[in-house]
């Protein structure tokens, strides 16, 4: 079965600590896609990065940064010299491939909190 | 830029009212979906059509409907409010064909069910 496990409910840091948010999936497919999305208090979810299950170099865009592993089936999500803006709920996500319209399936989200 | 927008950020309704949440996108997507969204349990499939007029259940469709008549508009339908369907309700859509397509998604509705 699909499952995506976000173990960390809640972050609080100060501004400008590094921050990175764990992301465990599991999925029987050998081809499938991960997802970060990032929901500020406004409500509207934004997307942040997609990646496929064959590529497995790391990304960085800004202060964002994203470690995906398959060896341990995580996708981990950095935010380096956090900042108060940063502040959001931040969800991990799986797609499997090969059926039209198929949904996300979303982890329960990890809350951070930054502070000034 | 691409735009999904939904018909109310926040309702108030009654227990047994007949509730109609709207979801229109303006970027040509052949999917759309409906999550909702509760603390602790993340965001919850409740229905998502991938064409007009067809329409596949979610993880919880029970107390719940969906129509999709044109392929810009989908709508959630409660037929009879109940109080545990108290949530955020938010709509996204997608291009076809390729799962790895990035979900788009609305700004939400936070129903309330009295």
């Known amino acids: 079965a699909q499952k995506v496990t976000q173990a960390q409910t809640e972050i609080s840091v100060v501004e400008k600590e590094d921050v990175t948010l764990d992301c465990v999936y599991e999925t029987r497919d050998t081809t499938y896609y991960l997802f970060w999305y990032k929901q500020p208090p406004s409500g509207e979810l934004v997307f942040l990065i997609r990646?496929?299950?064959?590529?497995?170099q790391n990304e960085i865009s800004g202060r964002y940064s994203w470690n995906f592993q398959k060896s341990t089936s995580s996708f981990n999500f950095t935010i380096t010299a956090s900042q108060v803006v940063d502040s959001a709920v931040y969800f991990c996500a799986l797609s499997e491939a090969g059926q039209a319209g198929t949904a996300l399936i979303f982890g329960k989200g990890t809350t951070l909190s930054v502070s000034s | 830029d691409v735009k999904v927008t939904q018909s109310s950020r926040y309702l108030v309704k009654r227990t047994g009212e007949k509730v109609f949440l709207e979801c229109v996108q303006d970027m040509d997507h052949e999917n759309m979906f409906w999550y909702r969204q509760d603390p602790g349990l993340g965001l919850r499939l409740i229905y998502f059509?991938?064409?007009?007029?067809?329409?596949e259940k979610g993880d919880i469709p029970e107390g719940y409907s969906v129509s999709r008549e044109k392929k810009e508009r989908f709508s959630l339908i409660l037929e009879s409010a109940s109080t545990n369907q108290t949530s955020m309700y938010l709509c996204a859509s997608s291009l076809a064909l390729a799962t790895y397509n990035e979900q788009f998604f609305g700004p939400g509705t936070r129903l309330t069910v009295l």
């Open positions: 059509s991938y064409d007009v007029k067809m329409k």
């Open positions: 990646r496929n299950s064959f590529d497995e």
